[in-house]
C-alpha cells in the first residue's frame, strides 16, 4: 500500500544532542513538507521541498534542518540550536500542484530527556 | 501572510445531530483553496473536505458539507447525523500558490460527540 512512514514514533533528546526525523513515502510525490504541531496549536510549515534536491525554509525553520537527496526521502534534523524541540511533528507529501491536498504520516513524538 | 481563525476552542454535539465549526481567513490572493482535516485522538490527519476558491458551488461529501461564502472570507463545515466517530480535533487550512503550497492552518476546533 502506498503511504508515509514516520520513524520513530517516540524520540528523546538529551540537551545538546542533534537528533533526525525519518520521512519515506512510496506515492512518488514530487513535494515534502514539515510541520510541527503545539498543544493548543495549529500545524506550522518548518521546511517544504518541491523537488530533489531542492529545499526551503517554513515559517519556524530555526534550529532546524532538512536534505532532499532522494524523492521518497525528507529527513528533518532537529539541531541543539532548537532551544524548545518538545513537539509532534508530521511530515507530509504531495503531488505538487496546487489542487492536490497533502497526505500525512502518522507523525513523532519528540520529547526532551 | 495569510492567516486561519478558528473561533471555537471547543464544541460538543449530540449523536445525529447537526453541527457547525467556523473558520475565517485573510488573504489578498484572489485563487486558493481551503481545506477541512481531521485529527481524531489517534493523531492522524485525514482529509475531510476541500474547496477551490473559484467554484461558487459548495463543496459537499457525505455528511459534511461547507458554507464558502468568499466576500466574508469564511469556510464553515457543517457534520450533519453526527456519529461518535467523528470526535477530532478539525483544522481549517488555507493553500496558496507561494511557498511550495503548503497548508496555513487555524488552531483547531476540538468537537465531542455524545451519545
Known amino acids: 500500500d502506498g503511504g508515509i512512514t514516520q520513524s520513530p514514533k517516540y524520540l528523546f533528546r538529551k540537551e545538546g544532542q542533534n537528533v533526525t526525523l525519518s520521512c519515506e513515502q512510496n506515492?512518488?510525490?514530487?513535494?515534502m513538507y514539515w510541520y510541527r504541531q503545539d498543544p493548543g496549536q495549529g500545524l506550522r510549515l518548518i521546511y517544504y521541498?518541491?523537488?530533489?534536491?531542492?529545499?526551503q525554509k517554513g515559517d519556524i525553520a530555526e534550529g532546524y534542518s532538512v536534505s532532499r537527496e532522494k524523492k521518497e526521502s525528507f529527513p528533518l534534523t532537529v539541531t541543539s540550536a532548537q532551544k524548545n524541540p518538545t513537539a509532534f511533528y508530521l511530515c507530509?507529501?504531495?503531488?505538487?500542484?496546487?489542487?492536490?491536498?497533502?497526505?500525512f504520516g502518522d507523525g513523532t513524538r519528540l520529547s526532551i530527556l | 501572510a495569510q492567516t486561519v481563525t478558528q473561533s471555537q476552542p471547543e464544541m460538543s454535539v449530540q449523536e445525529a445531530e447537526t453541527v457547525t465549526l467556523s473558520c475565517t481567513y485573510d488573504?489578498?490572493?484572489?485563487?486558493?483553496?481551503l481545506f477541512w482535516y481531521k485529527q481524531p485522538p489517534s493523531r492522524q490527519m485525514i482529509l475531510v473536505i476541500r474547496?477551490?476558491?473559484?467554484?461558487?458551488q459548495n463543496a459537499t461529501e457525505n455528511r459534511f458539507s461547507v458554507n464558502f461564502q468568499k466576500a466574508a472570507k469564511s469556510f464553515s463545515l457543517k457534520i450533519s447525523d453526527s456519529q461518535l466517530g467523528d470526535t477530532a480535533m478539525y483544522f481549517c487550512?488555507?493553500?496558496?500558490?507561494?511557498?511550495?503550497?503548503?497548508?496555513?492552518f487555524g488552531k483547531g476546533t476540538s468537537l465531542l460527540v455524545t451519545p
Open positions: 507530509a507529501s504531495s503531488i505538487g500542484l496546487f489542487n492536490q491536498p497533502q497526505h
Open positions: 506515492l512518488n510525490h514530487d513535494a
Open positions: 521541498s518541491q523537488i530533489v534536491n531542492d529545499f
Open positions: 488573504t489578498s490572493e484572489n485563487n486558493y483553496y
Open positions: 474547496q477551490e476558491a473559484y467554484k461558487q
Open positions: 487550512a488555507f493553500m496558496n500558490s507561494n511557498s511550495g503550497y503548503a497548508l496555513n
